[in-house]
């Protein structure tokens, strides 16, 4: 992974880790910043915490600690391929082009040790995403829990 890439996702990565919502919106593409708003961003991370706390029977409030970043060489053309275990391309904006392009990135909000013993998981959330170049910065251009989904994520019956 580029050096820029790389801390693109450790800059993402740590602002979600920060709940620094308005920051995180700030990171999406111009056609996401207009399809969501900064509470959907929010349900976006935090609904997935809350499902992973209650398929572990944990309740009160816990947040992740710690960041990964990790991506491959998957080209655009490839993930917007259906195949075996994608059956309909995924619904990758038409503004994500081979020029922009830059990264198929995996995006994991971790557990400290400390929590992983208490809690009894490891994660509190992953994400998959593609790193676009647009207008001198990166940003993301498509963003999924499930590498393998075909839809983008809805914002949240009633959001605003």
Known sequence: MEPDVRAFGDLLANTALARDWEGVHDLLAPWLKERLSVAEVRGFFEDDYAEILNENNISGTHFPELP???????????????????????????????DNFRQWMKLQLLCSEEQADALGFDYFTEVWLIVVAHDGYLR?????????????????????
């Open 68 to 98: 990964y970043v990790s991506g491959n060489d998957s080209s655009l053309a490839f993930l917007r391929e259906a195949s075996e275990v994608v059956p309909r391309p995924r619904p990758i904006p038409a503004e994500v082009t081979d």
């Open 140 to 160: 993301v251009g498509y963003w999924s829990h499930n590498p393998y989904e075909c839809g983008p994520i809805e914002p949240a019956h009633g959001a605003s």
